[in-house]
């Protein structure tokens, strides 16, 4: 790789021979222990069979003289530690996996959100601070960060390879995956699900750097107005607060208030009880009656064709900022 590829990475090639970028996680070295300890039970389990069998094929070949007299015709201990030891294994790979899997979707509550959009067929990153990048990602070294994405168009995956995540990026919803990079350089960043012609395309790298340097460039690209203020001129703009907002005095206020609603427990109309995140914001401006507060009535018009993906994050950055407001968390990250 040199360095006029427009998406050149360090992780691309490298002189020694790899099927895959070395990783450049936490998150990843597990993963590679995992795989590879599967790699070496699959691989000693297939040896001793051909071992076996080819053992076996000439012992018992046609005219050999074994001795044939007297075959087994049961061996319950042997059975019992064939059944056993697979279903030992079996489960152990269970627990392991499912232990992964279950970190890779619970981000830390630390976690900085970075907001994706994929569109055919592009990457469209936007900062806390409103910084926008195309194609790029960077990161702060050694802070875990919590990527929320959605589609404009058709169903894209995001695959980062050097961090072992690949997450489908869907329209009409939002998925979202955490990791905590730690080593710096750059990685590549690639769609992994056929999305049109210029799939192959869809390329991008990622930037891992020191914090202090990663602040630097965080600052410098810095958008007036932020993201939250952006939601806030929104939520003013089509008149979320004339309803929403129990502080500007109004004695109508027929709808809950959202101050420091993000990572409350709500209690809905049917009895349900969610915890209010990014996808339970999403759904209640888009889908108002899909999950209705407790106690109002399900008055809210959907805002569906009238905000765009990017307004919406705008939104959830907002009514993140009154949370974090409260809890005396800095806003500016
Ligand atoms: Cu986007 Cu493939």
Redesign the pocket.
């Known amino acids: 790789m040199n360095d006029t590829a427009p998406y050149a990475a360090t992780d691309a090639g490298s002189q020694a021979f790899q099927l895959l970028a070395q990783s450049a996680s936490a998150f990843g070295n597990q993963t590679d222990r995992m795989f590879l300890a599967m790699l070496l039970l699959c691989g000693c389990v297939a040896l001793a069979l051909v071992v076996v069998i080819v053992y076996f094929s000439i012992r018992y070949r046609s005219g050999s003289k074994a001795d044939r007299s007297n075959p087994p015709d049961g061996a319950r201990g042997l059975e019992a530690i064939w059944t056993a030891t697979p279903l030992l294994l079996f489960v152990c790979i269970f627990v392991w996996a499912a232990r992964g899997y279950v970190q890779l979707y619970r981000p830390p509550d630390n976690a900085m959100t970075i907001f994706v959009v ?1 569109k ?2 592009m990457w469209k990153l936007q900062h806390r601070n409103g910084r926008r990048e195309i194609n790029e990602l960077h990161l702060p070294l050694g802070q875990p960060v919590r990527l929320v994405m959605t589609s404009q168009d ?1 169903i ?2 995001l695959f980062l390879p050097a961090f072992r995540i690949k997450q489908d990026v869907v329209p009409g919803r939002y998925t979202s995956i955490w990791v905590t990079p730690d080593r710096t350089g750059d990685f590549r960043l690639m ?6 012609s210029d ?1 192959a395309g ?1 390329l991008g790298r990622v930037i891992v750097m020191k914090p202090a340097e990663f602040t630097r460039w965080l600052d410098a690209g810095a958008q007036e107005p932020g993201l939250a203020a952006q939601g806030f001129a929104l939520f003013r703009q089509h008149g979320c607060s004339g309803c929403h907002d129990s502080s500007n005095g109004s004695s109508t206020v027929r709808a809950p208030d959202l101050n420091g609603l993000l990572g409350r427990s709500v209690h809905l109309q049917d009895g349900r009880t969610v915890i209010a995140d990014d996808v339970y914001v999403r759904d209640s401006i888009l889908l108002p009656s899909k999950d209705v507060v407790a106690g109002y009535a399900p008055v809210m018009p959907s805002f569906a064709g009238q905000l765009s993906e990017d307004d919406i994050f705008a939104l959830i950055a907002y009514l993140r900022s009154t949370t974090e407001r409260g809890s005396d968390v800095q806003l500016s990250q």
């Open positions: 994929a055919q067929w058709v894209h995956s769609c992994s699900e056929f999305c049109g799939h869809m």
